[in-house]
């Protein structure tokens, strides 16, 4: 196929023309150099760094606060080397505010759940006296924070020699140097992201934290230079160290201790939580841009493309359309004008991985859309982001205008000859225009309704011109595939899916969050490993993956490989990483209902089997629920849900059946027992309920009576209280407020 | 294009500005001199909401004359989108988030007591004109499920029983006063 290039005086062969490369390289130099003295000077005489998240989670959680305390307390003690920072989130949803406090020379702290009064402690122990609040520490408390801890590397995909180091060698040398857990703690991680920097299984890594000195372990002498001279000598073994940033590793610098992130990839969220989303002096310090100048010095768009297939990234939207097939479709149009577009719309409720990645890294999404705008010749490029997410918005406004400052949009980037630049346009609260026709009629300032399609955007799409749509993920992981190779992406993930998959994990778990795993993990991995399982004793009952396009997996599959085609085959698709986590108490046949009014409402109503077959399934299934069922029913609802899957006319009305029709796979027995016994398993089909007050438990408190909203609860002080059955809303009140488990939910 | 469309421009200028605002006017006339600015009607709706809280007749009128977009068309965007209100709001705007994580932790039971305490349901207005309820599809933060935004304030894991106290706290606000 052919190579569009630009309209370049040197630009007469595909291959690198030393004048242009070397004009990229002194302007890249320049503008680093001018980001390094800009941040030099934020920086100078900071000893101790203060950094606090803000994101939208953060801010909920109260993070702002957060922050003027400390500045507060700064400003009070008159200290002239202490500085905060601002980062974006980690991830940690259920956690925040999270601080993170580095001492020189000790190791880093992450506290979790921070307040004012916490504030105080923190600064007057820690800050102040260097004392650690041990109780607080995230995911804590730990009893001591030891001198060193010694992340290993042990990736299967390495061979899991790190596990073998572990358990053998080292655990004999430290003991034999008299180095126990007090002094020397060693963590198993699942990937430092050494592997980006040379041939897998060669080696061990190991990060040295808070030194933040990374070694490649091969032999039993290297294990003892390390001990002997960097342990208890306190000396660097220069002859082992890496100096080259790793796709990972400044994230495992700082967080490198927490189980809830050792045990997870971070590759498009390397950056979350390390780096302030605002400054762009910050993203040049890690390595940010390098990838595109790269790009831009080897003046071969066609290699770009290569490159990208080469990593096999699947685009993280839903679809898992093979972005460098795209990107190559793209390029090969006949029209010259084409654009770009990153569907930032999140429509899937339940999903906030899009707008953490925004909200904590938006320069890293730029750079890989400016990656894939040279590589498809395009001169303009859209984010397409919902409205729902005004501090997302704010963020690339900011990230937009920094990088035109430094040169990195507009005209001429980085004096490649090359032109871009990026504009926002605005959803507006419509599910279906994250379908990509829809989205591009909304851009076009029109209603957000599909069409059919071929022809698919790649030919004709915003204003009929060739245009590439991928998702906020997807871009994020070029940078690091242009950075780290192809190669070493492809091999994190499955044969047919390279990389890693960010997943939303929220609903009945412990720790809810961010978590990026390679592709091909299993969902116990995700759910239990990292997500530490339903919280409050509860048993999991089904995982809900791909929002209202996917479905739910049962709890007895929970060790099925994360994958598009896997997810697929278990009746459910992976979608764009919502994935929501089911227990006892949740009615199946409601979570059904739920997503069907949800594509009712979303319906655009263009065409007929979408917006009349959701309605009837809706009110199917709301008869269900109440208890008005017939067996009848499950059968139209199979049979509705498979003609609204093939008649409809955009991916809405096609996935919209699919809730339903997964649980009614898996989970036959619970519609069974709504349809025939009238009995909602779960208890949550409040027609099918009822609440009835124990005499033997009751102590006639009197707190329920106070509480019903009706009031239907009968009873005089210190006596037995009754419902009346006949009045009673179900509105569970009595349930929760009683004190002494004396209401039962029947 | 410019005004070269219209002769009587600063006629039909004048008449929007006194629908809309400056600003918004200076706006849509930016977006006029870029490119496809009828693609611009979205953020000029957004823009026009985010002053007057709602998209009135009059507002929508002068947006079509402004961007010389059929009136009718400008009506079908604005009703199509879900963000867009037609109807003003009250002093505080609940937004209920009815996202997936939030209703398997419980919201519908939050927005039914929202409901019973103020005697309104979804897209109403309180008697007192202080409150209206809405819902939305997920406000990003489903780590804190259930949530409920008032207007830009985000109440995270909120239990029915907290609904009272934290209504109070805005009808405390706007016994102090109008908003600024
Ligand atoms: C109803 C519907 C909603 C969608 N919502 C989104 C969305 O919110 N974000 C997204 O990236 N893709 C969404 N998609 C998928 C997009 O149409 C498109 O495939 C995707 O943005 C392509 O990017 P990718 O190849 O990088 O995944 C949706 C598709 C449908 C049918
Ligand atoms: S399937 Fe549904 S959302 Fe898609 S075009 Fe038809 S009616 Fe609209
Ligand atoms: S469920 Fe509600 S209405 Fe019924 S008795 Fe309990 S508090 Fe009263
Ligand atoms: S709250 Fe419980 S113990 Fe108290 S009167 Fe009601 S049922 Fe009895
Ligand atoms: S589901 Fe409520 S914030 Fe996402």
Redo the contacts between chains.
């Keep these: 196929m052919s190579v569009e290039k630009n309209d370049d005086p040197d630009d007469s062969s595909p291959a690198a023309t030393p004048s242009t490369s070397s004009r990229i390289a002194s302007k890249f130099a320049e503008v680093q150099a001018k980001a390094d003295s800009v941040l030099k000077e934020r920086t100078e005489g900071g000893e101790i760094f203060i950094q606090v998240g803000s994101a939208?989670?953060e801010?909920?959680?109260g993070s702002l606060a957060v922050w003027d305390e400390f500045q507060k307390h700064i400003a009070a003690s008159e200290r002239t080397d202490i500085r905060m920072r601002q980062t974006g989130c980690t991830g940690?949803?259920?956690r925040?505010p999270i601080v993170g406090v580095s001492v020189p020379g000790q190791m880093p702290v992450t506290y979790e759940r921070v307040d004012r009064a916490l504030v105080h402690e923190i600064f007057t122990s820690h800050v102040l006296r260097g004392v650690p609040l041990l109780d607080q520490v995230l995911d804590g408390p730990v009893e001591k924070l030891p001198p060193y801890e010694l992340l290993v590397c042990s990736s299967t995909r390495c061979g899991g020699k790190g596990r073998k180091l572990i358990e053998g060698p080292l655990a004999e040398k430290l003991h034999a140097a008299g180095l126990g857990p007090d002094r020397v703690q060693v963590t198993q991680t699942t990937c430092l992201g050494a592997c980006s920097l040379e041939e897998v299984g060669q080696c061990t890594h190991v990060l040295v934290r808070p030194d933040k000195v990374l070694y490649r372990v091969t032999s039993d002498k290297d294990l003892d230079d390390i001990i002997q001279r960097h342990l208890l000598g306190g000396k660097i073994v220069e002859r082992l160290c890496i100096t080259q940033e790793s796709a990972s590793r400044q994230f495992f610098e700082i967080y490198g201790d927490v189980a809830f992130f050792n045990r997870q990839n971070r590759i498009a969220l390397r950056h979350n939580g390390v780096i302030d989303p605002e400054s762009i002096e910050e993203y040049f310090h890690y390595r940010g841009f390098q990838a595109l100048t790269n790009v831009l010095s080897q003046r071969n768009p066609q290699a770009v493309i290569d490159e990208v297939s080469r990593a096999k990234l699947r685009g993280r939207g839903g679809g898992g359309f093979p972005t460098g097939k795209k990107w190559a479709m793209g390029a090969a149009a006949e029209d010259k004008i084409r654009y770009l577009i990153c569907n930032a719309d999140?429509?899937?409720?339940?999903?906030?991985m899009d707008?953490s990645m925004l909200e904590s890294d938006p320069f890293n999404v730029i750079e890989g859309m400016i990656i894939a705008g040279y590589a498809l010749s395009a001169a303009r490029g859209f984010f397409y982001v919902r409205?729902?997410?005004?501090l997302?918005i704010q963020r690339i406004e900011n990230a937009i205008r920094r990088c035109r400052e430094y040169g990195i949009l507009g005209d001429d980037v980085l004096g490649s000859g090359f032109s871009f630049d990026l504009e926002i346009?605005?959803?507006?609260?419509?599910?279906v225009c994250g379908e990509e026709t829809a989205l591009i009629h909304?851009?076009?300032?029109?209603?957000?309704q599909p069409r059919v399609r071929p022809p698919y955007p790649t030919e004709s799409g915003l204003?009929d011109k060739p245009t590439v749509i991928n998702n906020v993920e997807t871009f994020a992981n070029v940078p690091a595939i242009i950075l780290f190779g192809g190669d070493w992406f492809s091999r994190i993930g499955t044969e047919q899916s390279g990389g890693t998959k960010v997943f939303?994990?929220?609903?009945?778990v412990t720790h809810?969050?961010l978590v990026e795993v390679p592709l091909g993990s299993t969902l116990h991995e995700v759910v239990e490993e990292i997500g530490g399982g339903a919280p409050k004793g509860k048993r999991i009952k089904a995982i809900?993956t791909g929002?209202p396009a996917g479905g739910c997996i049962p709890a007895a599959s929970l060790d099925l490989r994360i994958d598009y085609d896997t997810l697929l085959k278990a009746g459910s698709i992976m979608g764009s990483g919502?994935m929501?986590v089911?227990d006892e108490d949740?009615c199946m046949v409601d979570?059904a209902k739920?997503?069907m009014k949800f594509s009712e409402d979303e319906s655009?109503g263009k065409c007929t089997p979408c917006r009349e077959g959701t309605k009837r399934m809706s009110e199917i299934l709301e008869r269900i629920t109440a208890g008005q069922g017939t067996l009848d029913d499950l059968e139209k609802l199979n049979r509705l849900g498979n003609l609204i899957k093939k008649a409809s006319l955009c991916g809405l009305g096609r996935a919209a059946p699919n809730p339903v029709l997964s649980t009614l796979e898996h989970f036959h027995d619970e519609y069974l027992a709504h349809v025939t016994e009238r009995r909602c398993p779960a208890r949550r089909c409040t027609a099918l309920i009822r609440y009835e007050i124990d005499p033997e438990k009751c102590v006639g408190c009197t707190l329920c009576a106070k509480n019903c909203?009706v009031p239907c609860i009968d009873g005089v002080r210190r006596e037995p209280h009754v419902i009346d059955q006949t009045r009673c809303v179900k509105?569970?009140?009595c349930f929760?407020?009683c004190r002494f488990g004396a209401v039962n939910r029947l | 294009m410019t005004t070269t469309s219209t002769n009587n421009w600063e006629e039909v200028r004048a008449a929007a500005q006194a629908a809309l605002t400056e600003p918004i006017v200076r706006y849509i006339e930016q977006c006029n001199a870029g490119p496809e600015p009828a693609s611009q009607l979205i953020s000029v709706l957004h823009k026009v909401q985010s002053h007057f809280g709602y998209l009135g007749p009059e507002q929508l009128d002068a947006v079509a004359q402004l961007l010389q977009i059929p009136a009718a068309k400008v009506a079908g965007v604005a009703s199509f989108y879900h963000f867009f209100r037609l109807q003003p709001h009250g002093r505080f705007r609940i937004n209920v988030c009815l996202g997936t994580a939030c209703y398997v932790k419980g919201a519908e039971r939050v927005a039914q007591r929202i409901m019973d305490e103020l005697g309104i349901t979804w897209g109403e207005t309180s008697k007192d004109g202080v409150f209206t309820l809405e819902g939305s599809r997920c406000l990003g933060t489903c780590g804190l499920a259930p949530v409920v935004m008032i207007d830009d304030e985000i109440h995270a894991s909120v239990t029915p029983d907290q609904v009272p106290a934290i209504l109070e706290k805005y009808l405390e606000r706007a016994r102090q006063g109008p908003a600024a």
């Design positions: 939208t989670c801010h909920a959680a940690r949803c259920s925040e999140e429509g899937d409720p339940g999903a906030f707008r409205a729902e997410y005004p997302a346009r605005l959803g507006a609260g419509a599910f909304s851009i076009e300032g029109e209603r957000g204003w939303a994990l929220a609903g009945k809810t969050g809900q929002g919502g929501i089911l949740d979570i739920y997503f655009c909203p509105c569970g009140r929760e407020v």
